[in-house]
């Protein structure tokens, strides 16, 4: 195995042997050893393991290797015998065999037991390269949808996030998501996992404009919201959070109606959570006003705050700081629009409201 390991990587012709024979290839003899280490993985260990966002258990890896020194060699360095293969061209591009294909392990395991692997033996940088092409191979035998093609996502997107690189990380964790969401349950704990750090790693980053980033972080976060309303009910804190992300996304982007949506969906949360007139209810109304202001939707605005206006009358004390500036928008609104008696029947209810509860505090003190 040493030897083999240590051979060339550029082409070599065929070997003439001390009897004068001709020999295999290099590139044969590598890509012989590849296939046969690979069916060994494959026929010998058939434990049935899921895609998992963590490494395996250290003290397991161990014991398992211990117990098979052959699973061992074949999880650390089998990528390496394939690289000197014929099995990779020069430029990269792969020729993988109707053999090979039919001896590449299907299990989960190999996938982790590779990260474990790797990632101790060489650099974070050097790991991923060597995830990079183990994804691509696992591609083009299984296709996309498959269980041992998400975990080297998932693998992928963890080393480069390591490395802050968002860009790919974020790309891997959405990748993995969409799989997750195509072959596992609709909402497994690893999908939820894959779209919560492809949301983490894309925190920061802004636009003004819908780009391609943008787009998937609204498909993830709609995906979020429904997932934690089944999970956690739909007056929740993570679906209250997730929602306020998607509302903020929609106004940096200058998609007004979108963000109505949200804003008005979270009101009702709040409403129903915490009750009309309450704080939390209140600073969700005014994104929300300021929404239907950036939209000119002035019958909207009316429309919304008589209706404020209305619930405040029936619920609380009306003449609170709030409802005097309702009041006033309102008169305002009329006023724009030339509707001058409602103006004048909105200042007189503020003027006649107010000299009836300046009368009240007195009579009280």
Request: glycine fraction near 4%.
């Amino acid at each position: 195995h040493r030897d083999l390991h240590s051979f060339p990587t550029r082409r070599s012709s065929d070997l003439i042997s001390a009897d004068g024979k001709k020999l295999s290839s290099l590139q044969a003899i590598q890509t012989d050893f590849t296939t046969r280490l690979l069916a060994y993985s494959k026929f010998r260990r058939t434990d049935p393991c899921h895609p998992a966002f963590e490494h395996l258990d250290p003290i397991h890896v161990n014991s398992l290797f211990l117990q098979d020194p052959l699973l061992a060699y074949t999880a650390s360095h089998w990528i390496h015998h394939f690289q000197k293969s014929s099995l990779q061209k020069e430029d990269g591009t792969l020729a993988l065999t109707a053999d090979f294909k039919a001896v590449f392990p299907s299990s989960t395991q190999l996938a982790l037991l590779e990260w474990s692997c790797w990632e101790s033996q060489t650099s974070t940088f050097q790991a991923v390269a060597l995830h990079e092409l183990a994804l691509h191979i696992r591609q083009d035998i299984f296709t996309q949808k498959h269980e041992s093609v998400l975990q080297t996502m998932i693998i992928c997107g963890r080393l480069y996030k390591k490395l802050s690189n968002i860009a790919e990380a974020g790309l891997c964790f959405y990748r993995a998501a969409q799989v997750g969401q195509s072959i596992l349950k609709i909402y497994s704990t690893i999908t939820l996992s894959c779209t919560t750090s492809f949301l983490e790693v894309t925190e920061t980053v802004v636009s003004t404009s819908r780009t391609e980033i943008i787009t998937r972080k609204e498909e993830l976060l709609r995906y979020m919201i429904s997932a934690c309303k089944q999970q956690h009910g739909k007056t929740s804190d993570t679906v209250i959070r997730y929602s306020k992300i998607l509302a903020e996304l929609y106004v940096s982007i200058h998609e007004e109606q979108k963000a109505e949506e949200c804003w008005k969906a979270l009101r009702d949360i709040m409403i129903a959570r915490y009750g009309k007139g309450s704080a939390e209810e209140t600073s969700i109304s005014g994104h929300l006003n300021i929404v239907l202001k950036k939209g000119e939707k002035h019958e909207e605005i009316i429309e919304y705050e008589r209706r404020i206006f209305d619930d405040s009358v029936t619920d609380l004390n009306i003449w609170s700081e709030r409802h005097i500036k309702v009041i006033r928008e309102l008169a305002a609104a009329c006023e724009k629009r030339g509707e001058f008696l409602k103006t004048e029947e909105y200042y007189v209810t503020l003027w006649s409201g107010l000299i009836e509860h300046y009368h009240q505090i007195r009579t009280h003190s």
